[in-house]
């Protein structure tokens, strides 16, 4: 009798052990047709952790719901496809805000808005304040999201504001957007011959209170000596949520080797963006060059003060972001017969993890704004294409999870576990 | 041996158990509440719920703790006193709002509140609803919970009022010193205007959040239509008598009735010009006051944008010397205890005792009512009630427990 219960414990460990490898490691061996389709047996899917997107924005923007399939680029549906398990959901604050004070209310506005968002599928989507609340929404198969602001221009230089948002669950900044601001300098600088200025010393204030709270700072959009001073005095480690390198394409805003390892030598994490291809691409990037210089969203390069009628400014900023996204959508038009393959994207994951070490590479998406993307992974959908790729090209099974999202957490937990205890 | 002891083990730890949910889910039926037993004890202080204070203005340096920090309010004096809880104001002028500036406003003051808190652990609390409240009363702390005094704070969205729910906002008042596009402010002709659109649907949100809506400053068409569309109790935190000192913000006997009706509750404010009239006849005369920086001059600031708020501090420390000395002599002529026993004894006659409670505005205004100047003093008021006649557990009502049952009811019933 006894015997007997060893064998059938033996012969089912066997069996799920083999079950389990066949489902591993068949995976890149499987037609492309299985893998883009919902249907046939569930395959094994790593976990992403997408450093930076904006479908709530869109969604803001749109006037419509993150459940809807309004969004090309994003659905909830489409996201659970994709095996997309958390992300840092950005708000977005242009200077423009800043300039005319209407950014701490707007903040506010965004994250009431993603609040609602979340509250509307409460089966599908929880907010995360730390790694712990990601892994148990993973376990219930929910998506977490993290609150995050591109633009550190939301708080209006106001060091009072950040706890204020920390304790609404903010746990992302991207100090720099669009325009140099109180904090620093962005990547289209041409000051410092591209090096754009440092870090000021209210940013170091910033830097500062982000340790103290437990925030991430997000040196995506900075300027490269803004980038190293905040290195330098951030003492946890930081990410760079949408970036490529320099050593694959030459090009304003893409970093360096030496950057990156200084970044990944305190801890930090770099993401390849997907909804970025002039920054991966050669000739994408030779035939829409851009214009490198700092564009406000709602102003352009005009003036950033609102000389208008006071009341009238909200009406000011939507016109402005219609405007936007018809000229956005019209680019995505023009440049999407030349998107670039998904390889070029690789390269660029490839040649970080030689530079830095598998331990300090992320991905993206910039999801939210209409875009020209790179093929086979133009909506969230199709990120798990991204693991086939890798584990094409040779990766292991633990360094792909590393890349998909393993590495992303695991910094995201560090910061946030290493904030000193809040005192307010 | 084991199993022998674990099964006698586990039936005690399951009586236990069952005991102290059965005990709890007794305890609140009981028809004595903890509250009033505790008022019954004779020698000891009565638990006091401040209807409107500012205590940790993010304009008030140093901190509450310190013996310098204000002549009105200190923290070793609210202990003194036998402060309870109290709504922590943040107040918003109308310039913030003209010029886009309220919703950060009132984040520093929101951050001025935690910070000032975090500093106490051992004496003061935050506290978002009553249970809250009442556990802090247990381990003998103040609760602090979080006011606004001017919706105009929230810049006419609802999602930023979720916000700052979502941040502790638990009390605020619909009018500051100007009307709004909420309603009308006490400063106006006859009944003022009513409720507008926009302000109903900020009472309806409010309600749902379970946030006090608190009529001070409010003109008597607007506090009507509030009280006829308001779903929960709402509160009136500093306002006295009309039927004594016929004044703006002083409410009339039919206000009171209907606000009782309501269930509410009514402070009376150790304001001088609220319950005495001679000092309001002498000093305020129901002059409209405008906005605290600009008067009644135009609100849009049309400056250098980067010198916005030097432009505030200036117009803030304008005529510093002369408030001073105003100050001063308005003090000369602080009217007595028994004008502000009065209105409470006014508003007990007219609803009984359970919609009357005290507010201090420490920071809000700088005199006071004798025997009633620092937050030292607050059982004053219970002993001259005491004098009056009035039993302990009327007293105990008065001097917070009436303001808890509205909160607790407020809070206790949104539906967010």
């Not at chain 1, 950005?90 to 701490?104: G, L, P």
């Not at chain 2, 002028?93 to 520093?108: G, P, Q, S, T, W």
Request: charged fraction near 20%; hydrophobic fraction near 40%.
């Amino acid at each position: 009798m006894k015997r007997f219960t060893v064998r059938l414990l033996i012969l089912g460990g066997l069996f799920l052990a083999l079950s389990y490898s066949l489902q591993l490691f068949s995976l890149p061996f499987w037609p492309e047709f299985l893998t883009s389709h919902a249907q046939g047996p569930e395959i094994k899917k790593f976990f992403v952790f997408d450093a930076h997107m904006h479908p709530m924005s869109a969604a803001y923007r749109g006037g419509w719901n993150i459940g809807d399939s309004a969004d090309p680029q994003f659905s909830l549906s489409m996201a659970r496809q994709g095996g997309l398990g958390a992300v840092f959901v950005n708000t977005s604050i242009d200077e423009f805000y800043a300039f005319n004070h209407i950014a701490v209310k707007e903040i506010l506005r965004q994250f009431n808005h993603v609040y609602g968002q979340i509250a509307m599928y409460p089966d599908q989507i929880g907010m995360a304040r730390n790694a712990q609340e990601v892994r148990e929404l993973q376990k219930q198969g929910k998506l977490a999201v993290i609150l995050s602001i591109s633009g550190g221009s939301a708080i209006e230089s106001d060091l009072t504001v950040l706890p204020m948002l920390h304790r609404l669950g903010l746990r992302l900044i991207s100090p720099m957007h669009f325009y140099e601001n109180s904090i620093g300098d962005v990547g289209t600088s041409t000051k410092n011959n591209g090096m754009g200025s440092g870090l000021t010393p209210f940013g170091r204030d910033f830097v500062a209170e982000m340790n103290r709270l437990g925030i991430v700072i997000d040196l995506a959009h900075a300027s490269e000596q803004t980038s190293r001073d905040i290195i330098e005095a951030s003492t946890q480690p930081v990410i760079n949520s949408h970036v490529a390198a320099r050593g694959v394409l030459d090009r304003t805003g893409n970093w360096s080797d030496e950057m990156m390892r200084v970044l990944a030598r305190k801890g930090g994490v770099i993401c390849v963006p997907t909804g970025l291809p002039q920054r991966v691409s050669r000739a994408f990037s030779e035939k829409y060059p851009g214009r490198g210089v700092p564009r406000s969203r709602i102003t352009g390069t005009g003036p950033l003060l609102y000389t208008g009628d006071p009341s009238q400014i909200y009406d000011f900023i939507n016109e402005r972001n219609q405007e936007n996204e018809l000229r956005l959508e019209a680019q995505r038009r023009e440049r999407y017969p030349d998107i670039p393959p998904l390889s070029d994207y690789i390269e660029h994951v490839d040649y970080m993890v030689k530079v830095m070490g598998v331990d300090h590479v992320g991905i993206s998406s910039d999801w939210g704004y209409p875009k020209a993307l790179v093929k086979g992974i133009e909506n969230a959908g199709e990120y798990q294409n991204i693991a086939q790729a890798l584990l094409r090209r040779g990766y292991s099974d633990e360094d792909v999870a590393k890349i998909m999202g393993g590495n992303v957490l695991r910094f995201f937990d560090e910061v946030v576990k290493t904030a000193p205890k809040l005192t307010n | 041996m084991k199993a022998r002891f674990a099964v006698p083990l586990a039936l005690v730890l399951g009586l236990c158990l069952a005991l102290y949910f059965e005990l709890g889910s007794v305890l609140p039926s009981l028809s004595i509440p903890l509250e009033t037993v505790y008022a019954q004890d004779s020698t000891s202080k009565f638990w006091v719920f401040d209807g409107h204070m500012h205590p940790t203005s993010s304009r008030q340096s140093g901190n509450m703790g310190d013996a310098d920090y204000s002549f009105q309010f200190t923290l070793p004096k609210a202990i003194e006193g036998g402060l309870g809880a109290g709504f922590f104001n943040s107040g918003v002028d109308e310039f913030y709002e003209a010029n886009h500036l309220a919703v950060k406003e009132i984040l520093r003051g929101f951050d001025s509140f935690y910070r000032q808190i975090a500093l106490y652990p051992d004496q003061v609390g935050v506290a978002t609803d009553a249970q809250q409240v009442r556990a802090l009363r247990r381990q003998g702390k103040i609760a602090g919970i979080l006011s606004i005094e001017g919706a105009i704070a929230i810049e006419s969205d609802l999602g930023v009022l979720r916000m700052l729910h979502r941040l502790g906002l638990r009390e605020m008042n619909l009018v500051h010193n100007l009307k709004n596009n909420i309603g009308d402010v006490m400063y106006t002709d006859g009944k003022g205007s009513g409720l507008t659109a926009y302000g109903r649907e900020l009472v309806a949100e409010m309600n749902r959040l379970g946030i006090l809506i608190d009529l001070s400053h409010t003109a008597e068409q607007t506090i009507f239509d509030v009280m006829a569309a308001s779903t929960q109790p709402v509160a009136t935190t500093h306002s006295g008598v009309r039927a004594l000192v016929d004044r703006p913000g002083n409410w009339s006997d039919e206000m009171i009735q209907t606000l009782a009706r309501k269930n509410g509750v009514i402070c009376v404010a150790f304001l001088p010009q609220q319950v005495s009239r001679e000092y309001d006849a002498k000093w305020h005369g129901g002059r409209q006051r405008g906005s605290g920086i600009m008067g009644l001059e135009p609100l849009v600031y049309r400056g250098d944008p980067t010198k916005i708020y030097d432009f505030i501090a200036e117009k803030r420390a304008g005529g510093g010397s002369g408030r001073a000395e105003m100050t001063r002599r308005r003090r000369q002529d602080i009217p007595p205890l028994s004008n502000l026993i009065d209105h409470i004894d006014y508003i007990v006659r007219l609803v009984g005792a359970d919609h009357v409670g005290i507010s201090s505005d420490w920071g809000g205004y700088p005199v006071n009512i004798q025997g009633i100047e620092n937050a030292g003093e607050y059982q004053n008021i219970a002993q001259a009630l005491l004098g009056r006649g009035y039993s302990r557990e009327d007293v105990a009502k008065i001097m917070g427990e009436n303001l808890l049952r509205v909160f607790d009811e407020v809070v206790s019933t949104a539906r967010n």
